[in-house]
């Protein structure tokens, strides 16, 4: 029977990706880990026999919480979320392999860079970003790390600094996350994390077009352009755009999941009239 304080994985499907996702914490066993290291998207993983060390993590924000069969494990993280002061803090029913049962997408784990000593992953590209080095943060925040750095520095010392830092090198010559062929970095992501969401896939040929300047492959490409280098004129700092970036991809997203179909006509036409 579930919990008043429980989600089901239709309906957390619908909200990973968007900025008002709830937290979402893993807190599987590190022998269901270790068996299956994939990571629903946008998961951070906690250690449950501490929960009420980090829970004050999560104060003020609402939260999902998942084990493996959505037992007493993410029972009692939950309550304890609610009891630090989560605005709320939900089960996931059936755990993380009622989430694989309903079809639910998984990121490889073993595909992620490793994590510093705070959790995080590290990823480090050229300064003065455009179009893919925006998109490609949007995703691993929205979809992969939302606790991910970002490090913008000079061309020639991308490697260099990646290596230092134990991060990953991405939209560069040479690094592993970067163009292959026709296909831009963000392509390359959505590929090796087996991102294959619809929504995701219609948004990839837009930035594919937008970033290689192949605006015939998607009306949309264009505007993309556009709007990317109009915030690249208006941030000089590179951390201010990506989060001004956030907001235009949130949008780009919502509109490839939602609203395709929709028109704008003015003056408007009333229901049942066409015109």
């Known amino acids: 029977m579930s919990s008043i304080h429980s989600i089901s994985?239709?309906?957390?499907?619908?909200?990973?990706?968007?900025?008002?996702?709830?937290?979402?914490?893993?807190?599987?066993?590190?022998?269901?880990?270790?068996?299956?290291?994939g990571v629903i998207p946008g998961a951070v993983r906690r250690d449950a026999d501490?929960?009420?060390?980090?829970?004050?993590?999560?104060?003020?924000?609402?939260?999902?919480v998942f084990d493996q069969r959505g037992e007493s494990v993410a029972?009692?993280?939950?309550?304890?979320?609610?009891?630090?002061g989560a605005s709320s803090a939900d089960v996931l029913n059936g755990g993380y392999?009622?989430?694989?049962?309903?079809?639910?997408?998984?990121?490889?784990?073993?595909?992620?860079?490793?994590?510093?000593?705070?959790g995080r992953t590290i990823w480090v590209t050229r300064s003065r970003p455009k179009v893919d080095r925006i998109a490609c943060p949007w995703l691993i925040r929205r979809f992969v790390d939302p606790t991910a750095v970002f490090l913008f520095v000079a061309p020639?010392?991308?490697?260099?600094v990646a290596e230092r830092y134990g991060g990953a090198a991405f939209d560069i010559e040479g690094a592993f996350w970067s163009h292959r062929g026709e296909r831009c970095t963000f392509d390359t992501m959505l590929d090796e994390w087996s991102l294959t969401i619809e929504p995701l896939q219609t948004?990839?040929?837009?930035?594919?077009?937008?970033d290689t300047g192949r605006l015939?492959?998607?009306?949309?490409?264009?505007?993309?352009?556009?709007?990317?280098l109009g915030l690249s004129r208006m941030y000089p700092d590179d951390l201010e755009?990506?989060?001004?970036?956030?907001?235009?991809?949130?949008?780009f997203y919502r509109w490839c999941r939602d609203a395709t179909d929709e028109p704008h006509n003015w003056p408007a036409v009333k229901s049942g009239k066409t015109p």
């Open 241 to 251: 755009q990506l989060e001004a970036g956030m907001t235009l991809y949130d949008a």
């Open 156 to 160: 020639a010392e991308v490697m260099a």
């Open 9 to 37: 994985p239709e309906k957390l499907a619908r909200l990973i990706g968007v900025p008002h996702c709830p937290a979402l914490i893993d807190v599987r066993s590190n022998a269901d880990r270790a068996a299956d290291p």
């Open 97 to 118: 392999l009622a989430w694989l049962k309903a079809g639910g997408p998984v990121v490889p784990g073993n595909k992620l860079p490793p994590r510093d000593a705070s």
């Open 203 to 210: 948004l990839s040929v837009i930035v594919r077009g937008a």
């Open 50 to 64: 501490v929960a009420s060390d980090w829970a004050i993590e999560f104060a003020g924000r609402a939260a999902i």
């Open 75 to 84: 029972e009692g993280v939950a309550a304890w979320l609610r009891q630090a």
């Open 216 to 228: 015939d492959l998607a009306p949309e490409a264009a505007g993309l352009l556009a709007a990317s």
